[in-house]
T-cell receptor
Framework: GAVVSQHPSRVICKSGTSVKIECRSL??????MFWYRQFPKQSLMLMAT?????????EQGVEKDKFLINHASLTLSTLTVTSAHPEDSSFYIC?????????????????FGPGTRLTVL | GDSVTQMEGPVTLSEEAFLTINCTYT??????LFWYVQYPGEGLQLLLK?????DKGSNKGFEATYRKETTSFHLEKGSVQVSDSAVYFC????????????FGKGITLSVRP
């Protein structure tokens, strides 16, 4: 089946530093990827939609200058948390929409990465 | 706008018990409906889906039927196992190839041996 990877799985950083999280679709092309944030015991909150070759679309209330998204290829999107603070500590999950190159049965479905646990000290 | 409402949790069951997790939705179009499962410390996995009214999605012993008349997509399993302990999310994607997923709040299921 379609596989999405995220790297790193866990990161601890000091307040004020920037952290980059990668999301890759391993066996299909994804012109659209999504970035979610999940607080403990809560649902996923969509932060932004990442579009290959163009600017990301951010949800209301999400600071685009703080959460930089780059979708440079059909298989890679990155989320950079700039000048991280303790309140940015969270579980970040990406998903990718299968738009070709994989199994026909998974076309146009979203597949989720395993998540990245960010802890800002 | 679109919304998904799940029953309040958590739910604790004994092994081999029957499971029902309720999910209802509100959508402007003709959505596709999904159940996702999240095991501890992991991302979401698609459990099953249904794309139109009266469709039944099934996987790993779980089933859910798309009920348009009651706008529901309840998840059921006849005999749960300890390994089914996880968080379950109901979600919808409205019509349109680029529509986003809308998630319910999720419910934690714990199965005791």
């Amino acid at each position: 089946g379609a596989v999405v990877s995220q790297h790193p799985s866990r990161v601890i950083c000091k307040s004020g530093t920037s952290v980059k999280i990668e999301c890759r679709s391993l066996d299909f092309q994804a012109t659209t990827m999504f970035w979610y944030r999940q607080f403990p015991k809560q649902s996923l909150m969509l932060m932004a939609t990442s579009n290959e070759g163009s600017k990301a679309t951010y949800e209301q209330g999400v600071e685009k200058d703080k959460f930089l998204i780059n979708h440079a290829s059909l298989t890679l999107s990155t989320l950079t948390v700039t000048s991280a603070h303790p309140e940015d500590s969270s579980f970040y999950i990406c998903s990718a929409r299968d738009q070709g190159g994989g199994q026909a049965s998974s076309y146009n479905e979203q597949f989720f990465g395993p998540g990245t646990r960010l802890t800002v000290l | 706008g679109d919304s998904v409402t799940q029953m309040e949790g958590p739910v604790t069951l004994s092994e081999e018990a029957f499971l029902t997790i309720n999910c209802t939705y509100t959508a402007t179009g003709y959505p596709s409906l999904f159940w996702y499962v999240q095991y501890p410390g992991e991302g979401l996995q698609l459990l099953l889906k249904a794309t139109k009214a009266d469709d039944k999605g099934s996987n790993k012993g779980f089933e859910a039927t798309y009920r348009k008349e009651t706008t529901s997509f309840h998840l059921e399993k006849g005999s749960v196992q300890v390994s089914d302990s996880a968080v379950y999310f109901c979600a919808l994607r409205d019509t349109g190839a680029n529509s986003k997923l809308t998630f319910g709040k999720g419910i934690t299921l714990s199965v005791r041996p």
